[in-house]
């Protein structure tokens, strides 16, 4: 690769290894769906600091 520069050359093997990255991610989730969090039961509580409804909130 003598016609790039080195600056085009930096570029291109950044590119070329976030592709390779990206890929190797996207493979492995693939290959593992067990590892995901799991989403959130439709009852589940809601996170501290959040007012619930009809709840006391803390406002006397």
Do not use: C, F, I
Not at 24 to 49: F, M, Y
């Amino acid at each position: 690769m003598r016609y790039l520069t080195e600056q085009q050359r930096t570029v291109l093997v950044s590119v070329v290894g976030l592709l390779l990255l990206g890929w190797g991610v996207k493979a492995w989730r693939l290959s593992h769906p067990g590892d995901l969090p799991a989403p959130a039961a439709a009852g589940a509580t809601a996170p501290r600091g959040t007012p619930s409804p009809g709840g006391n909130n803390g406002a006397n």
